[in-house]
């Protein structure tokens, strides 16, 4: 299966503009890592909440998928501190 298209919402992206170029660059990685195997690739939901968390350094990605379509969806990205105060 080919990798998995990513849709970023403009929350994701905007917030993706303002990190680190290295931190940028591991998430792309990690993101990309994922999205070609999107099947098998070991997703954590969150509690309470319907979207999964990608761990990246001190940072995380929150995101939904569809294995069907091959999408991913990103939300959110941040330090782990603050990301999950959003709603």
Known sequence: MAAALQIWS???SRSFDI??????AAVEKKVDEMGARLETFPHQRLQGRPEFKLRVGDYRV???FDVKQGR???HYVGNR???YKRT
């Open 10 to 12: 403009p929350t994701f």
């Open 19 to 24: 990190l680190p170029p290295s931190v940028r």
């Open 62 to 64: 929150l995101y939904e």
């Open 72 to 74: 991913i969806y990103l």
């Open 81 to 83: 501190r603050e990301i």
